[in-house]
T-cell receptor, first 117, second 112 residues
Framework: KAGVTQTPRYLIKTRGQQVTLSCSPISGHRSVSWYQQTPGQGLQFLFE???????NKGNFPGRFSGRQFSNSRSEMNVSTLELGDSALYLC????????????????FGPGTRLTVL | DAKTTQPTSMDCAEGRAANLPCNHS???????VYWYRQIHSQGPQYIIHGLKNNETNEMASLIITEDRKSSTLILPHATLRDTAVYYC?????????????FGKGTKLSVKP
């Protein structure tokens, strides 16, 4: 079974631009979560989508948004990029929502490394 | 979710057991202990989880103290490929958020 894939793997943008990152979950998984990883703040949760609906959201500004398609693929968008948005963006998929009553292992992709100049 | 405390870094000789401690003194009765690791430039990888009983799988063993205030992840025969940052996370299964809250983790260096 193929793992979680993220595209692109590397991206360079300038301040003020916007960017869209893509994540394809493991086949059959309907939950996709996004995390941001920076040296200073570590790994932080952005949001989760399940069956095309946002289920949970972390403490990030509205410039960070996402969506999920009917095939469970997800995109994350960051508008008006700032230097501090430079980070590794990770997505993770699981078979059930994070808030389900049963344990659900999250499988992470390799990430997209975004550099904002 | 409860906070966890882990040493910043640890060394281990190749072939020896690596014992990674984690303190979670404020853990609640319905919170599980999870361990993930992140090898350089890759996404985190699930290792093991447990509630109150010791657990073992093909990767590692998890020992949770009787009062559940601390736990130890054991890699029985560490290899160079086990060099990574190891994260101990406590999380309510079925909680209102459900997402993983990562701390700083322990950077394990396995040396030849």
């Amino acid at each position: 079974k193929a793992g979680v894939t993220q595209t692109p793997r590397y991206l360079i943008k300038t301040r003020g631009q916007q960017v869209t990152l893509s994540c394809s979950p493991i086949s059959g998984h309907r939950s996709v979560s996004w995390y941001q990883q920076t040296p200073g703040q570590g790994l932080q949760f952005l949001f989760e989508y399940f069956s095309e609906t946002q289920r949970n959201k972390g403490n990030f500004p509205g410039r960070f948004s996402g969506r999920q398609f009917s095939n469970s693929r997800s995109e994350m968008n960051v508008s008006t990029l700032e230097l501090g948005d430079s980070a590794l963006y990770l997505c993770a998929s699981s078979s059930t929502p994070l808030t389900s009553g049963s344990y659900n292992e999250q499988f992470f992709g390799p990430g997209t490394r975004l550099t904002v100049l | 979710d409860a906070k966890t405390t882990q040493p910043t870094s640890m060394d281990c000789a190749e072939g020896r057991a690596a014992n990674l401690p984690c303190n979670h003194s404020t853990i609640s009765g319905n919170e599980y202990v999870y361990w993930y690791r992140q090898i350089h430039s890759q996404g985190p990888q699930y290792i093991i989880h447990g509630l109150k009983n010791n657990e073992t799988n093909e990767m590692a063993s998890l020992i949770i103290t009787e009062d559940r205030k601390s736990s130890t992840l054991i890699l029985p025969h560490a290899t160079l490929r086990d060099t990574a940052v190891y994260y101990c996370i406590v999380r309510v299964v079925g909680g209102s958020q459900g997402n993983l809250i990562f701390g700083k983790g322990t950077k394990l260096s396995v040396k030849p």
